[in-house]
């Protein structure tokens, strides 16, 4: 699977947006991007998923650039319980997932 | 309605001892997943269950057994715990027409003593 490379950790203020970039030169054809954030505590939480250009869910938007290459998750207006480790991944579209995370970025929201 | 569900949360032992840890998906899902979380944080994939077979065993110890009765289980037993053995334990889940997504448990928190 891809490797992925993100900022160790972000710091941000209270209804902010914040952006986190993910580059993965190795992406394969037919992989797709996903983002989980874990909370202290818990496990893993899916947040989005995308192939190609962008996505938005309730949570957040994702943004793919036509290479590929890198990816960057957008959390709009953070609050303090946005606190956490987001981690990107690449992952094939079908069979089973060995996902390997990476050091995830830990977000920091200060009030 | 827990859709992955780890028994127990938190898990105290000494060092040497076998345990066993349980989990559950009620969301039929095909595949699951052990993964282990270090101190550091690390969250390294253990073994994977498809259709009760299993499918990726990473490079673990032997003392680590998992054991899948049905496709809604799949235990994790550990012989003689050491003490680099404390860390939180994920199960995961994720089935067909998912595009992969995994779907965590809340963790069990082994410490060895």
């Known amino acids: 699977l891809a490797k992925t490379t993100q900022p160790i950790s972000m710091d941000s203020y209270e209804g902010q947006e914040v952006n986190i970039t993910c580059s993965h030169n190795?992406?394969?054809?037919?992989?797709?991007i996903t983002w989980y954030q874990q909370f202290p505590s818990q496990g893993p939480r899916f947040i989005i998923q995308?192939?190609?250009t962008k996505v938005t869910n309730e949570v957040a938007s994702l943004f793919i650039p036509a290479d590929r290459k890198s990816s960057t998750l957008s959390l709009p207006r953070v609050s303090l319980s946005d606190t956490a480790v987001y981690y990107c991944l690449v992952v094939p579209p079908s069979g089973t997932y060995k996902y390997i995370f990476g050091t995830g970025t830990r977000l920091k929201v200060l009030a | 309605d827990t859709a992955v569900s780890q028994t127990p949360k938190y898990l105290v032992t000494q060092m040497g001892n076998d345990k066993s840890i349980k989990c559950e998906q009620n969301l039929g899902h095909d595949t699951m997943y052990w993964y282990k979380q270090d101190s550091k944080k690390f969250l390294k994939i253990m073994f994977s269950y498809n259709n009760k077979e299993l499918i990726i065993n990473e490079t673990v110890p032997n003392r680590f057994s998992p054991k899948s009765p049905d496709k809604a289980h799949l235990n994790l037993h550990i012989n003689s715990l050491e003490l680099g053995d404390s860390a939180v334990y994920f199960c995961?889940?994720?089935?067909?027409?998912?595009?992969?997504?995994?779907?965590f448990g809340p963790g069990t928190r082994l410490l060895v003593l």
């Open positions: 995961a889940s994720s089935g067909i027409g998912t595009s992969g997504t995994q779907y």
């Open positions: 995308g192939y190609k």
């Open positions: 190795n992406i394969a054809t037919n992989d797709y």
